[in-house]
């Protein structure tokens, strides 16, 4: 677990990185180990496991260790993590690559194209230009104009897990950049992810929107997106989203919907399905009206093949109130098409 993915940087030391009271007390915790027993449970840690969420630590001598490689881990995080103005709206970002690019949510960077000023943790600030928006799941890209290179993190790769349970460290500029202070830093546990988002009990306020969430080899699993009802239950936009749409952000496009705002059925998944088997259609919704079923497992959307219910959830997503859609699915045995409207959403919490 000594492998980090951080290029670059400032220099900037331990105490200044707000690693708050938690690391503080391991410290304190593990001083007051006498050596021999120290020794006596080194051969007992194993870091990847507990990060990984498999177990938890079993001794102060693997709380030492952890703390270690999370005070490193947090130097290089907080060299990387960026503080940005558009306009009046102030948030967080992480650079992403020697040339300046910046992931952060896209409600902070707003639409393409704009000015945009980035603020590192020593407090300079450098020009930038917002790029592509994906309003959907909340993934914005910027890019800083002035010339590099610059302090950059590695995004994790599409084949690694994110696993529930995983340790996550979360860097940020909480109530927006404070000058003297560098981006603080918190640490948590993943509690849900899926192809839309991860909660995490990362602890998040205004301002931290757009900062990373890393994993602790390292690597930028997500990006601050939500704050949730919860202090202990926070959101942020998967790795993936900005992976699997980096060509569409890089030229500037801006497409989807903020939650609450767009495109609406009105049905519900079976849960665990392989397939687009709905659970629950929605009375007086425009799937009701198109006369979709419980049961019906939907096949195409418009065009476009339906794999599963994620891949119409996105297909949905990608459409706009007022379309006309035609709807294959499959009934018992047999094939039927149907032709839907699609509604404005309501509610956020259905779809």
């Not at 990185?17 to 001083?31: D, R």
């Not at 690019?101 to 980035?118: D, F, I, M």
């Not at 450098?126 to 928006?133: D, F, I, P, Q, S």
């Not at 198109?290 to 599963?308: C, P, S, Y």
Request: charged share 20%; glycine share 12%; net charge negative.
């Amino acid at each position: 677990m000594s492998r980090t993915h951080f290029r670059g940087g400032l220099g900037f030391s331990s105490h200044k990185t707000g690693f708050a009271v938690l690391l503080l007390i391991l410290s304190l915790m593990v001083s007051a180990v006498p050596p021999s027993v120290a020794a006596s449970e080194r051969a007992e840690i194993d870091l990847e496991r507990v990060f990984s969420g498999e177990r938890d630590p079993r001794s102060l001598a693997e709380l030492q260790a952890m703390e270690r490689h999370q005070r490193e881990l947090a130097e290089q995080a907080v060299a990387c993590t960026v503080g940005i103005i558009v306009g009046s709206a102030h948030g967080s970002g992480v650079i992403i690559s020697p040339d300046g690019y910046v992931l952060t949510a896209a409600h902070v960077g707003g639409v393409p194209n704009r000015s945009a000023r980035v603020i590192l943790p020593d407090g300079r600030q450098v020009r930038a230009k917002t790029l592509g928006a994906y309003r959907t799941l909340d993934a914005g890209l910027m890019k800083i104009e002035d010339p590099g290179p610059w302090p950059y993190a590695e995004m994790a790769s599409p084949e690694d897990p994110i696993q529930v349970g995983q340790w996550g460290l979360v860097t940020g500029h909480p109530g927006g950049f404070q000058d003297g202070r560098a981006p603080v830093v918190r640490l948590g546990r993943i509690l849900l992810t899926d192809r839309f988002a991860i909660t995490t009990d990362c602890t998040l306020v205004g301002g931290d929107s757009g900062g990373p969430l890393f994993d602790m080899e390292g690597r930028v699993i997500g990006i601050n997106s939500r704050i949730g009802r919860l202090l202990t239950a926070n959101m942020h936009v998967p790795i993936n989203a900005y992976q699997e749409s980096w060509d569409r952000l890089v030229k500037s496009e801006e497409w989807g919907h903020f939650p609450g705002t767009g495109p609406f059925i009105g049905v519900r998944g079976e849960t665990d399905a392989a397939d687009a088997r709905l659970a629950e259609v929605y009375p007086g919704t425009p799937a009701a009206e198109a006369g979709l079923q419980a049961g019906d497992v939907i096949l195409k959307f418009g065009e476009k093949a339906v794999t599963d219910f994620s891949s119409l959830q996105l297909l949905v997503n990608d459409s706009q109130p007022g379309d006309q859609v035609q709807i294959e699915l499959r009934r018992g045995d047999s094939q039927l098409t149907l032709e839907l409207v699609v509604g404005q959403q309501r509610s956020p919490s259905r779809f």
